[in-house]
């Protein structure tokens, strides 16, 4: 087990890898169009290959970094199953050992996102998920996936607005902190023409 701590965010990153055009990804996707009951719940990270000779497949990404959260789906059976009616497969996402595989539900799968690793090095499949019996989507599940391209919603907007502001953040630091180095360069140089 690795003793390094990783962030939802940073197993997205890692699962979406480098973007190609044979696969869309929909992260913090929503399942419906509406407010209530199903269509309000997301999905963590939703997969869909874009070629029809591999059958449009459909895989979600269920991360969870902390034992108390998957726990409390084990608990809520009904939670997991919106998700599923538009998935060929179903994994749950986890920094390694988080997860027996004794305790993953017979219809999901187990990745291992190890964080002290880069790039596909990262992901480890520790139980392959069965194929489901995906149905067709819904035009609620369709607009859902339209708004997510998009960034439509509100959300999502203000999700970007602080990774945004947290990138710039970490740019501006780390421009200080060249600054910084630059005046204590330029002291030390007038400390040795001055002696």
């Known amino acids: 087990m690795s003793k390094s701590k990783i962030s939802a965010e ?7 890898g480098e973007q190609t055009l044979d696969v869309l990804w929909f992260p913090e996707m929503r399942l419906g169009s509406g407010w209530d009951g199903v269509a309000s719940r997301r999905i963590d990270l939703l ?3 874009t070629a029809p000779s ?13 034992r108390a959260d998957f726990r409390k789906d084990l608990k809520q059976p009904k939670k997991q199953r919106g998700a599923r009616l538009f998935a060929d497969f179903f994994y749950y996402v986890t920094p390694p050992g988080l997860i027996k595989p004794e305790e993953v539900p017979v219809w999901a799968g187990l990745i291992e996102i190890d964080p002290d ?11 392959e998920a069965p194929r489901l019996d995906k149905e067709r989507p819904t035009w609620g599940f369709l607009i859902a996936a339209c708004r997510n391209i998009s ?8 999700a970007q607005k602080v990774h945004e502001l947290n990138r710039e953040i970490s740019r501006l630091e780390m421009l200080l902190q060249i600054r910084d180095y630059e005046i204590q360069n330029l002291r030390e140089a007038a400390k040795t023409e001055h002696a």
Do not use: F, P
């Not at 690793?117 to 139980?127: C, D, L, V, Y």
């Not at 960034?151 to 203000?158: D, F, L, P, T, V």
């Open 117 to 127: 690793k880069t790039g596909a090095q990262a992901i480890r499949r520790i139980i």
């Open 10 to 16: 940073r197993i997205l990153d890692i699962l979406q």
């Open 54 to 66: 591999r059958g449009h497949t459909a895989t979600i990404h269920e991360i969870k970094i902390s």
């Open 151 to 158: 960034g439509w919603s509100k959300e999502n907007s203000a």
């Open 47 to 49: 997969k869909v290959e």
